[in-house]
């Protein structure tokens, strides 16, 4: 599987982006996917996750009421709409999905539990 994240820009305080994964190669079939992002200087946090039937989604607490994830599975991608963006959402965001059959116990949060990483997409917000 390679993933490919696209979707990321330049906005002001208050805007709003969709960031895409694209997934190609073996589908996301049995797989949840997440979002990861990564501010200059800090580590890599999670963003939010959603599982393969879209039924499940999580979110960090400095996301919450502002992003939102979703998966389209017939066209193999999954999005996150990023709303009333702030200059501390500035990173790259990364997508991530996990092995076809994962049987670990890393949670949803977690980075461990995801196998495929795409190349990561840039989102400046300025003040």
């Known amino acids: 599987v390679q993933l490919q994240a696209s979707g990321g820009g330049l906005v002001q305080a208050g805007d709003s982006l969709r960031l895409s994964c694209a997934a190609s190669g073996r589908t996301f079939r049995s797989g949840a996917t997440g979002w990861f992002r990564q501010a200059p200087g800090k580590e890599r946090e999670f963003v939010a996750a959603?599982?393969?039937?879209?039924?499940?989604?999580y979110y960090a607490e400095s996301v919450k009421g502002r992003f939102t994830i979703s998966r389209d599975n017939v066209k193999n991608q999954v999005y996150l709409q990023m709303n009333r963006l702030i200059p501390e959402d500035t990173a790259v965001y990364y997508c991530?999905?996990?092995?076809?059959?994962?049987?670990?116990?890393?949670?949803?949060?977690?980075?461990?539990?995801?196998?495929?990483w795409g190349q990561g997409t840039q989102v400046t917000v300025s003040s």
């Open positions: 959603i599982t393969w039937s879209g039924r499940n989604t």
């Open positions: 991530a999905a996990e092995q076809l059959g994962y049987s670990g116990s890393s949670y949803y949060t977690s980075q461990a539990r995801y196998y495929y």
